[in-house]
């Protein structure tokens, strides 16, 4: 979501035209989680509750917030994990 805003220039005046984006999120609250263990799809959910217990500790996990991707043809984790908190200020 992006909230834009821009300055008109006054055209007697001779300023500057400038365009400033201010964005509401980034990636700024967002961690990537390395070295996770690869495992099949029977304890994909296992691992998920261990990270998730693991780095809320750190910051509230946004509903969603846990991804770990798939390998599709063997249906493994890829061993990394994306983190999303809910603020950029995690503990």
Not at 64 to 77: A, C, D, F, N, S
């Amino acid at each position: 979501m992006c909230s834009c805003m821009q300055l008109f220039v006054d055209s007697d005046d001779d300023e500057e035209v400038e365009e400033v984006n201010e964005f509401d999120s980034g990636f700024g609250n967002v961690v990537l989680v390395d070295n996770l263990p690869v495992v099949a799809p029977e304890k994909y959910e296992k691992l998920e509750n261990v990270v998730r217990k693991i780095f809320s500790q750190m910051g509230t996990i946004r509903e969603h917030g846990l991804v770990m991707p798939i390998e599709e043809e063997t249906k493994k984790t890829k061993g990394y994990a994306f983190i999303e908190y809910n603020t950029n200020e995690v503990y």
